[in-house]
């Protein structure tokens, strides 16, 4: 076997120049790569361990990037990038200025469609395949879709499209590892489920055989029977009755399974469905043990593992609203808790185990998430939905149709508010006080610290109606959060300090950025609390001894809290100066909080000079 070398592979089409016998080396290295540079960077290791045979099959059989690959979610493709030219680019993966942790079409010619959230690819490669139809163009379109993502309507939404879709070609692979970042739940994972077990596949492809044997030579009956045993125990029958030519399931770890069944299948084109089996971390042994610990690890030594720090941590906002969970629903046997495939991220380990029947992962499927809790909601059951500001976005009509409209008593806890750092503008929270605020019904609390939280979790869970409390991924300012369930008003916020001239309308956790500020030029600070419905009464007061307002959000100013402000002041008839600070209209990328609120203008020191600019002369005649 020759000596090659990762290295030499700056192109996919490097990776084609190379002997079927080189290919196992540099799978082999380049799972070494992925675990050495992920331990340097953190990011997703355990997906793209598992995936590093099956993207180096892909890219050698298939002419990229004149045929197309979609990755469904993306957080499974470092192996995708490190080939395709980014190999040295790893070492700023998800860091300022550094390269993406998704596919990102302006990154490179390679990425054909831009993913982070799940269950895209299908419906993408689909308008890909029947574009190249129409313009007469031949190519391959491929769409890489893990199992936890094959739980989402939208995958069977394009697959039921694709399957009446005449002229097209098309491949969806399905990398089924039995674990999305949760344990998949469901049905339809049950039944890939029972697939892992090779023995119990042979014994179903061979029962056919086996029956036939006993029954008359009429091949025609023969042939009816074992398709019918075969559909009975695969899940061929449910993907050819879409109209795909169903091929599994096969070893997603053997390039010599790999290579020859993707070349058979390129041969053939048409709608062609892939099932592999990978296991998570394959490679190294700590991943392959643990997958969740290592989904998405921050910097650790390869050669250690993950270790805990003696240290304790701070603690998170999803930490606060996971023990408030757990103590809400002991004082309150209505509270049913749900997520959308999300129990890790959204801390509800420890809700789980204590009230099991009372706990439902759903699946990746937020609309069925929120109409789910509308239903409970209407049998006097008190849901709560824990889901990413982001995903909530998934499942805007019902939240919109089958929640406010019915003024159901649904609680949002909506988890990654704002900026989330190292994953960048598609799982950032940025929209959801403008998206919330225009719907009636909506209650929008926007806490401050970890102690806020809780109080308006309890706050917006006693509420009758839909209600939302947003707060950001990571910890707080260590504020000491008290124990009990204690409500305050719906609507009404709070003075924490006194000023002169201007007042600064804080919603949310940068409060404490512009706690500085004021101090520096004696302003008025107010913890607004609740973006709707506004404290007009506390804003009125304030219009009597102020003469400049100042908003500030963490969240887009377009549609946010400062337009409420703005719309109740125009309402007031009140010729008030204004200043809005939060979110510019453009996506955000990626990098650590601190640096990103400097960048557009959030950290204290730009929201001092941003102040100072807009009302110099008012300030220059501060006593």
Sequence with gaps: MANVSLQHIQSPHDLRALKRADLDQIATQLREYILQSVARTGGHLSSNLGTVEL??????????????????????????????????????????????????????????????????????????????????????????????????????????????????????????????????????????????????????????????????????????????????????????????????????HDLDSLIPTLENLRELGGLQFLHVVTKKGHGYQRAEADPVLYHGPGRFDPKQGIVKSSVPAPQTFTQVFGQWLCDQAAADERLIGITPAMREGSGMVAFEKQFPQRYFDVGIAEQHAVTFAAGLACEQLKPVVAIYS?????????????????????????????????????????????YLRCIPNMVISTPSDENETRLLLNTCYQHTGPSSVRYPRGAGCGAEVTADLTTVPVGKGVVRRQGQKIAILAF???????????????????????????????????????????????????????SAVLEYLSQAQANVPTLLLGYPDRFIDHGEQKQLHAEIGLDSESIAERIQSRFTDLLANQN
Aim: charge should be negative.
């Design 390 to 434: 982001t995903f909530l976005q998934r499942g805007y009509d019902q939240l919109i149709h089958d929640v406010a409209l019915q003024d159901l008593d649904v609680t949002f806890a909506l988890d990654r508010a704002g900026l989330v750092g190292a994953d960048g503008a598609t799982h950032a929270g940025n929209y959801d006080i403008a």
């Design 55 to 252: 993207t180096v099959a892909l890219h050698y059989v298939f002419n990229t990037p004149h045929d197309r690959i979609v990755w469904d979610v993306g957080h499974q493709s470092y192996p995708h990038k490190i080939l395709t030219g980014r190999r040295e680019q790893m070492a700023s993966l998800r860091q300022y200025g550094g390269i993406s942790g998704f596919p990102k079409r302006s990154e490179s010619e390679y990425d054909d469609f831009g993913t982070a959230h799940s269950s895209t690819s299908i419906s993408a490669a689909l308008g890909m395949a029947v574009a190249s139809r129409n313009q007469g163009v031949q190519r391959q379109h491929i769409a890489v879709i893990g199992d936890g993502a094959m739980t989402a309507g939208m995958a069977f939404e394009a697959l039921n499209n694709a399957g009446v879709t005449p002229g097209i070609n098309m491949l969806v692979v399905l990398n089924d590892n039995d674990m999305s970042i949760s344990p998949p739940v469901g049905a339809l994972n049950r039944y890939f489920a029972r697939l892992m077990s090779g023995q119990f596949y042979a014994k179903a492809k061979n029962m056919g055989k086996a029956v036939l044997q006993h029954m008359p030579p009429m091949l025609e009956l023969a042939r009816r029977f074992e398709g019918h045993a075969k559909g009975v125990l695969t899940p061929a029958t449910l993907f050819e009755e879409l109209g795909f030519n169903y091929v599994g399931p096969i070893d997603g």
């Design 508 to 562: 949310g956790t940068l409060l404490h950025n512009a706690k500085a500020v004021a101090e520096q030029l004696d302003l008025t600070l107010v913890d607004m609390r609740f973006v709707k419905p506004l404290d007009t009464a506390l804003i009125d007061s304030l219009l009597q001894s102020h003469q400049a307002i100042v908003t500030l959000e963490d969240g887009c100013v377009m549609g946010g809290a400062g």
